[in-house]
């Protein structure tokens, strides 16, 4: 039963970027299917989750962590973890300057923990190392009682690793960028109309 359980949440977490990965693969780029069999073999413990309490420890213990909200602009900007910043799911691949060398810590964080896994599991594809996602989102966050602020954090500028492949990023783009309304997902109740 673990072993099922762990799958879904696998898939749960791969397939939303599954499809506009299918493109790429099209196209037969070996890099994506490379990348792609890489993510798969080196999984994170956890799948790469970090608890709020944990994350609250450690931000006051690691200057280096670097937050990623990936939440829209609006949401960030009503309340978000103090020092994190602001790069909506859709735009991320676009805005790797915005972000630190390959083996940074980095954490994504979004509303509900649906976002953040999708950006994680990119920004590992594209060769992040340390990459983690903020188990719960910021609901979590909130009705563990840590602090927000509305302050805006700017991004610090730096290179985009040469390391990240082309036709890697141009998949990841293409999948993130390509996410419908409702970000993939569904509401129990609209699930059970539609059935």
């Not at 990348?35 to 989750?49: I, V």
């Not at 420890?57 to 690691?62: A, H, P, S, T």
């Amino acid at each position: 039963m673990r072993k099922l359980a762990s799958l879904l949440l696998v898939l749960t977490l791969v397939l939303p970027l599954a499809l506009p990965f299918g493109v790429a693969l099209a196209q037969e780029s070996t890099a994506v299917l490379d990348a792609l069999q890489a993510y798969n073999d080196n999984l994170p413990a956890g799948f790469g989750n970090i608890q709020v309490a944990d994350l609250s420890v450690e931000i006051l213990e690691n200057p280096d962590l670097v937050l990623i909200d990936v939440r829209q602009p609006d949401d960030y900007a009503e309340a978000h973890i103090e020092g994190a910043i602001n790069i909506p799911i859709r735009e991320v691949a676009k805005n790797l300057d915005k972000l630190p060398d390959l083996d940074a810590p980095i954490v994504t964080i979004c509303g509900s923990s649906w976002r953040s896994p999708q950006v994680m599991t990119a920004l590992q594809i594209l060769g992040y190392t340390n990459v983690r996602n903020m188990a719960g989102g910021m609901r979590a966050w909130n009705e563990a009682g840590f602090p927000v602020t509305a302050e805006a954090t700017e991004a610090v500028a730096s290179e985009i690793p040469a390391e990240i492949d082309a036709d890697v990023l141009a998949a990841v783009d293409a999948a993130l960028s390509g996410l419908p309304d409702g970000w993939g997902s569904i509401k129990a109740e609209d699930l059970n109309i539609a059935l």
